[in-house]
């Protein structure tokens, strides 16, 4: 018999006591979760990779119990209505969901058909299903698309319309599963902006995110998962001062810069007051109370330490670019002249708006679109004279979407292939270095596991290993950290580095300004089919107006830096990390 539901009519979703097992699973993913959302608030949901975040959203629309199977135990109320009771159709109408992956939501060929694909299935009029798509077309940004085929889209639009068709149904509650992963950071803010007005309109938000920087202080509620389990819910600063320190250390969250240094000057007792900042101007406060901002600077300065985004030097050109083009049919031109070498052992991140060209690129090099002109040379040969297997020896990609390339049904099974593809058939030497990359990219509990019944995160790890097997000389990962907690992206960076040391290129196309902020030598950013800037990192950080033509905003700890600048504090030239301003501050050795 089904629990009752709360008497309380401010809370929209009460879960009470859910244990849920996958069909094909011996072991519970959500143990015993109980928990509320109230109507018309922020929720954000943090954890570590494979904690059961998307499992968890699954309860609010009804796929789980209805769609998934397996064996569930408890009882959730939405709107008063246990799910039990409630078709999964009938659920979509209180509660919308954008997944990992919108393609998987997609039912029509068009972007503006994809839009009112729901409305027309609640029997709206046609006047008022052509204004929600104008109004949902104009709000993401699409309008210009709305012809386009919805696979001719770029990874950061198809986010966009996987928003916009939740959003055309006019649901109470939105679920939004990584809906940032794939936009660039000035995009990332429009859809924060858009997430908070929804909220101010009374749309109840669950939010699945690792990007914090600027909602986790507008946020109602933080709830923090591990391992299947709801470890705590609350108000984000009361979170914050209780959980912060277990959030960094044991669960790999990403929290906001500033955030994890004021958490290291509580742990240190020089926080008054303890507490936790969130914004800039509320960390530079916590920095005067604890008379940490010295405006001052020293008589003799000693000179900035060298940079450590200064590249090493370059080894022998592996690919040369040369005024490279290359037009789509249709005549979209999406490289408009490239000009770029890449060198052997270097890591190299690539920046840019969402449609700059930097998937094109990558396709290009590896031999998936052919040039249209002698302007590329990969490996002492022009790219038109190789074929793609061969080329595969030589240069690999980790795709966007790196379920497009798996082939197998375990994970073991598809890093072994990509071995088998380069002509290696011994047993042993197939198993030991399956075994190494399961080991290295932390997939030995999933090697058994369907490669589609991973999590999105998981499949990024997964597409990685596939192609880091086979020791090629050049790496180019399309936004591999996606979906990745903070201990799995340093893992993976770890192991970025480990290949460049053994001669290596790796080509990173990332959004993740943190991401440049602490590992990147030289950038290379992109827009609209050119390249603005090719450099060091430190460089870009300050060209404003690069940043603003590639949609691209500084971290929040480079925020924090240049207004302690501006306060008179001296600081050396090579602050990337939150480590390295609290050694500056002598706060590491009161930890120590």
């Not at 209805?66 to 039990?84: A, I, S, Y």
């Not at 992963?181 to 690792?210: C, F, K, M, Q, Y």
């Not at 022998?316 to 490289?335: Q, T």
């Not at 073991?412 to 990219?441: N, W």
Request: proline share 5%; glycine share 8%.
């Amino acid at each position: 018999m089904a629990t009752a539901a709360h008497s309380n009519p401010d809370v929209l979703i009460d879960i009470q006591h859910v244990t849920y097992t996958h069909w094909n699973k011996s072991e519970p993913t959500l143990h015993d979760i109980s928990l509320q959302i109230r109507r018309g608030t922020l929720n954000i949901l943090v954890g570590p990779s494979g904690s059961g975040k998307s499992t968890l959203c699954d309860l609010f629309n009804g796929v789980i119990p209805h769609l998934n199977g397996g064996e569930f135990k408890g009882d959730v109320f939405v709107d008063g209505q246990n799910t039990r009771d409630v078709k999964v159709k009938d659920l979509s109408q209180l509660v919308g969901r954008v997944f990992q992956d919108p393609e998987i939501m997609f039912a029509t060929l068009s972007v503006e058909d994809e839009i009112a694909f729901g409305p027309e299935n609640l029997r709206l009029d046609i006047p008022t299903i052509q204004s929600i798509v104008n109004r949902l077309l104009d709000q993401m940004d699409l309008t210009s698309r709305r012809h386009n085929l919805v696979w001719n889209l770029s990874g950061g639009q198809v986010q966009k319309l996987g928003l916009a068709c939740v959003l055309a149904m006019n649901p109470r509650m939105i679920v939004l599963d990584e809906p940032t992963s794939n936009l660039d950071p000035a995009a990332t803010r429009d859809v924060h902006n858009l997430v908070l007005e929804l909220r101010n309109n009374g749309i109840t938000v669950l939010l699945v995110t690792r990007e914090l920087d600027e909602l986790l202080a507008e946020a109602d509620q933080l709830l923090v998962m591990d391992n299947g389990r709801l470890l705590a819910a609350g108000p984000p600063r009361r979170m914050l001062r209780e959980y912060g320190q277990m959030m960094i250390e044991s669960l790999g969250v990403w929290l906001p810069e500033t955030s994890e240094i004021g958490i290291r000057l509580l742990e240190a007792g020089i926080l008054p007051g303890g507490e936790i900042p969130i914004t800039v101007p509320e960390t530079i406060t916590a920095l005067e109370r604890a008379h940490l901002l010295v405006p001052v600077r020293p008589k003799h300065p000693t000179p900035d330490i060298e940079l450590k985004s200064s590249a090493p030097p370059r080894g022998e050109v592996l690919i040369s670019a040369r005024n490279l083009r290359y037009v789509y049919p249709g005549g979209v031109e999406a490289l408009k002249g490239i000009d770029l070498d890449i060198h052997a052992g270097e890591w190299l991140m690539i920046l840019g708006r969402n449609g700059a060209g930097k998937s094109t690129l990558a396709r290009m090099l590896v031999g998936l679109l052919t040039p249209q002109s002698d302007a590329l040379t990969l490996f002492g040969r022009d790219a038109r004279s190789w074929k793609v297997d061969e080329l595969a020896n030589h240069i690999a990609l980790v795709f966007q979407n790196p379920e497009h390339q798996f082939l197998t049904d375990k994970v073991a099974d598809e890093i072994g292939y990509s071995l088998l593809a380069q002509g290696i058939t011994d047993d042993a030497t197939i198993k030991a270095r399956t075994d190494e990359m399961l080991e290295m990219l932390g997939l030995q509990d999933v090697a058994d596991t369907h490669p589609f019944a991973l999590s999105a995160g998981l499949k990024r790890r997964l597409g990685v290993a596939t192609m880091l097997v086979g020791n090629p000389q050049v790496l180019v990962v399309d936004e591999p950290t996606y979906g990745q907690d903070q201990m799995m992206t340093h893992t993976l960076m770890a192991r970025m580095q480990e290949i460049r040391e053994r001669g290596v290129s790796v080509v990173m196309i990332t959004h993740d300004m943190r991401l440049v902020e602490e590992y990147a030598e030289r950038v290379v950013v992109m827009s609209e089919g050119e390249i603005l800037y090719d450099g060091p990192s430190s460089g870009l950080f300050t060209r404003d107006e690069v940043l603003e033509r590639a949609n691209l905003r500084r971290t929040i700890l480079h925020d924090l830096l240049g207004e302690m600048a501006r306060r008179g504090m001296y600081l050396p030239a090579d602050v990337r990390h939150t480590q390295d301003l609290l050694a500056l501050l002598n706060v590491t050795q009161a930890l120590e």
